[in-house]
């Protein structure tokens, strides 16, 4: 079962200074994900997931406790060592999207590729195209990102952290900025790729969108508050057919 | 990561922003063509004075009279009676080192023939005159010895006396009149232009010394003497020679000054050299001036870049993008921005310093150093300039770049 861990935390704390006063944003973390898990986090603003998230996606480190990813622990890593895991095991969709601007949506997904040497020219672009085929977007390779909708540009963020073959996906609030049927439609692409085997960290704070994950915790001042399975997890397949009924009622 | 993806993504970036690309650009575009053009023209009309001066001889030796400074005036050196023939023969009789000498008595006057007249000016020498000078004969003969020692009254002419007095008529044979003095007119010299003075090359009469000496000026002294040396090598050596050879002549004390002036071509082209270096060098700073207001245009748009793509900087480095990525890559652009101005620059530089030739006539001169050395020169400002703003991005905190709005 331990090597079947993505991720590992134990005990982690995060502190910050501001002024005087030291906050604890993470106090006492222990979390375990397994490889295929899809897994909700949530909690309210200033609980501290975004602290752990970004913990999660080695762009900070803890304060103390450890955090084992895929077998490594990344607090002895330096920041070279973090950008290189970032780049090879780690997909980030963000609630933004953040794609580049005037850059089609083949550049942008190509985009990790370009920071790792061992994949070449023809290999990237190859890459690319069949992470875009697999978002559904065969067609639109060559559109740029300001050519295309909300839904769209999330589908080429997702393909862009597929890419590089992650061990894990993290996606922060990634339907945050999308209607309820495009939502669903981006968890739906999600739920195929976890169903493909792809471990999922999904951050949100809307508990529908959070229905639909295997797994899913709550935190609230930096602590653990709930941590359940989600056995009767919704197949997102019905909800969309939910929402054009609803629609064709009105 | 590969060199070869960091100017991919450089140049994405600035094809993304065609527009402010080509408006960042346009200050080293404007600054390299500056200094291209004017080191053009700066180094044109500095080879054309050299030009004008080598043809009339690059191992030519002036040797001019001075008044000695004793009385306190001095006097002009065409008063000046300090040269005369016997030093021309005391130096050929003792020079090791000259390859030909001549006396020289030069003036103005209007030449006449039958109802034309012409004002010119009159050069005399011996028979080696024209090989010094570097003059050719185009037609006819230069004078005999025999004609020097008896003050024959012939001369050779050049192209713009022919043209105005002869017209279509061949002038060999024919005689002139030059200070009421008639001259048969036994050579024609071969045409060599204007010079960069402006100055008529063609226009003048050459008849033997004794000629101009005894029947035109009735004086005994000389203008000046004009030798060759042998080689352009030697005329330091040669100089000093003619100057120990003349003081010996004249018969100076070691307390006493030279009662001549020697001045050689070399010193001649120096003189007028300096002067347009001068030029070239105010020019030149004029034009690298502008070439670092460019850079500064250059480091202000990458420094705003830097702060408009925060957002971008993280995104690069939450992706796997290492501090020193992100370095190279706004380096590089900032470089491939400068390179690409400095190689517009230097098209627009050479085509302007082109027009510049043909519509204004001047003398231009692109040489390779000037593109060499403006090319270098915008490849250090695009690194120079570059590296704040890219230092900037590389230190950017990727979750606070994320962040950014």
Known sequence: MNNQEIIKIIDMHKNYIVGDQKIRALDGI????????????????????STLLNILGCLDLPSSGDYILDGVNVKTLNKNKLADIRNQKLGFVFQSYNLLPRTTALENVELPLLYNRLVSNAERRERAEEALISVGLKDRMKHLSSQMSGGQQQRVAIARSVVSNPVVIFADEATGNLDTRTSYEIMALFQELNNKGMTICFVTHEPDIAAF???????????????????NSQNIVDSLAKTTEDKSNH | MKFMNIIKIAIIAITRNKMRSFLTILGIVIGVAAVIAMLAIGYGSNNSIRETISSMGTNLINVRPVSPNSSGVRRSSSATQTLKVKDVTYLQNNSKLIDAISPELDGSGQVVYGSNNWPTRIYSGNEDYLHIKKYEVASGRVFTSKEIKTAAKVCLIGQTIIDNIFGDEDPIGKVIRFE?????????????????????????????????????????????????AKSEDSIDITTAEVTKLLRLSHKLKDSEEDDFEIKTQEELISNFSSVSEMMLVLLGSIAAISLVVGGIGIMNVMYMSVTERTREIGLRMAL????????????FEALLLSVLGGIIGILVGILASVIVEHVLGWPVLVTTNSILLSFLFCTFIGVFFGWYPARKASALNPIEALRHE
């Not at chain 1, 994950?213 to 399975?229: F, L, N, Y």
């Not at chain 2, 007119?185 to 100055?199: A, C, P, R, S, Y």
């Not at chain 2, 796997?320 to 380096?331: E, I, P």
Request: without cysteine.
């Open chain 2, 180 to 228: 009421k003095i008639p001259f048969t007119v036994i050579g024609t010299l071969t045409e060599k232009g204007d010079n960069t003075f402006g100055q008529d090359q063609d226009d003048m009469m050459l008849a033997p010394y004794t000629t101009v000496m005894k029947r035109i000026y009735r004086q005994t002294y000389l203008r000046a003497v004009v030798l060759s």
């Open chain 1, 30 to 49: 222990n979390l375990s994900v397994p490889k295929g898990d899809f897994v909700a986090i949530m909690g309210s603003s200033g609980s501290g997931k």
């Open chain 1, 213 to 231: 994950t295997k797994h899913s915790i709550v935190i609230q001042d930096g602590r653990i508050v709930e941590d359940r399975s989600n056995p």
């Open chain 2, 320 to 331: 796997g993008g290492k501090s020193r990525d992100v370095l190279k890559q706004f380096l």
